[in-house]
């Protein structure tokens, strides 16, 4: 399974809390797309299915990976981005100024967040429904690789999940890249449930990461 989030936007560039809004790639965010998409389309890691966040965002660079690989897109709507509430849409320092130290707090605690959004306990919850659902419904995979097109909050919590951490590790994950990703391994336990294995975090196609 392979975990990818979407390209730039002119919010990433300018430090601006997206969360849920509808925000659109920018230059080079399209520029990262296509580069991403060529990667999976050279490396062809067998991707048999596709499944995006349904913002335009994840949207779109889950479309270029798709053209390159031949696969059609699938929405998901709980695959987007961690809901930040009265943060959404503003700055860092906009944030920081008129609630000093929360998101220094935000950051490091899974279990908190901002006024009207969500945890990442919770993110970490509606993502792992995917996966699950997707273990319940198609009986090929594991076997074939299923590409997740999401955002860096959520994909840190879905990957924190996965790979079972405590609660208090799950901010261990922060810092993914625009179009990095990560991959997964499912593997038969001892005990026979299905564990995963993380073999790359923040992978990324040379170049790819742009100011």
Known sequence: MLLLRHGQTTYNATRRMQGQLDT???AAGRRQA???GAHFGRANPDITRILSSDLSRA???AEAVGAAVGVPVEPDARLRETRLGVWQGRTHAE???D???LRARWRHDPTWAPPGGETRVEVAARMRAVVDELLAGYPDWPGNAVLLVAHGGA???LT???????????TMFNGMRNTAWVEFTGKPRPDGELGWYLGAFNAQVTGGEEP
Do not use: E, F, K, Q
């Not at 996965?162 to 799950?170: A, E, G, M, R």
């Open 155 to 157: 994909i840190a919590a």
């Open 24 to 26: 659109t790639l920018s």
């Open 99 to 101: 609630y000093p130290g």
């Open 59 to 61: 949207r779109d660079t």
């Open 95 to 97: 944030i920081d100024a």
């Open 160 to 170: 924190a999940s996965l790979t079972d951490v405590p609660v208090s590790h799950y």
């Open 34 to 36: 296509a580069a991403v």
